[in-house]
T-cell receptor
Framework: DQQVKQNSPSLSVQEGRISILNCDYTNSMFDYFLWYKKYPAEGPTFLISISSIKDKNEDGRFTVFLNKSAKHLSLHIVPSQPGDSAVYFC???????????????FGKGTHLIIQP | GAVVSQHPSWVICKSGTSVKIECRSL??????MFWYRQFPKQSLMLMAT?????????EQGVEKDKFLINHASLTLSTLTVTSAHPEDSSFYIC?????????????FGSGTRLTVV
């Protein structure tokens, strides 16, 4: 039973346009969400995160939106650049009040291809 | 920023032998380390969580006697794949979390490609 779902295995976007990657989750305990970029045979690279107390977080070209009622988040990349081509993983976790946190639950990833 | 070093980056071993993978946090104390596995074209799956000085907690379906995890210090965790078989061939990635400002998030190592022949 997948608790974090990325329903688009791939997405093709023209350079300069906006890329929107979507992610849905089912576990109500998740309160911290992250997006990672990954290349084959490499570890994931952190992009941006958002806590469940917020609905938007922005960092440069990357913006993450969280809709808690719909259990949905999205990553917007604008403008998209050729170097953005990679697999993007959505991940979720639960943080404890004492400072600890669960391991991450990942989606299956979306392969983003930026067309020149 | 937080850096996690993972070694080796790739290893080939014979069926039945054991392989050890090291994960080190270089500039922060990792109170918690996580081990993941990724099969080709699949997601990263959490295998186990280890807190320094405690026994690791394994996810359902992960054999604790096969995947031995040691987190003896605040900067080092090891994963030993014992009596490896071809079906253990996978990409193993560690992640570390600290309590301080550095390493508060999840910092990943670069991964280890294990091939069992």
């Amino acid at each position: 039973d997948q608790q974090v779902k990325q329903n688009s295995p791939s997405l093709s976007v023209q350079e300069g346009r906006i890329s929107i990657l979507n992610c849905d989750y089912t576990n109500s305990m998740f309160d911290y969400f992250l997006w990672y970029k990954k290349y084959p045979a490499e570890g994931p690279t952190f992009l941006i995160s958002i806590s469940s107390i917020k609905d938007k977080n922005e960092d440069g070209r990357f913006t993450v939106f969280l809709n808690k009622s719909a259990k949905h988040l999205s990553l917007h990349i604008v403008p998209s650049q050729p170097g953005d081509s990679a697999v993007y993983f959505c991940a979720a976790s639960h943080f404890y009040s004492g400072g600890g946190a669960d391991g991450l639950t990942f989606g299956k990833g979306t392969h983003l291809i930026i067309q020149p | 920023g937080a850096v996690v070093s993972q070694h080796p980056s790739w290893v080939i071993c014979k069926s039945g032998t054991s392989v050890k993978i090291e994960c080190r946090s270089l500039d922060f104390q990792a109170t918690t380390m996580f081990w993941y596995r990724q099969f080709p074209k699949q997601s990263l799956m959490l295998m186990a969580t280890s807190n320094e000085g405690s026994k690791a907690t394994y996810e359902q379906g992960v054999e604790k006697d096969k995947f031995l995890i040691n987190h003896a210090s605040l900067t080092l965790s090891t994963l030993t794949v014992t009596s490896a078989h071809p079906e253990d061939s996978s990409f193993y990635i560690c992640s570390a979390r600290g309590d301080g400002e550095i390493g508060y998030g999840y910092t990943f190592g670069s991964g280890t490609r294990l091939t069992v022949v």
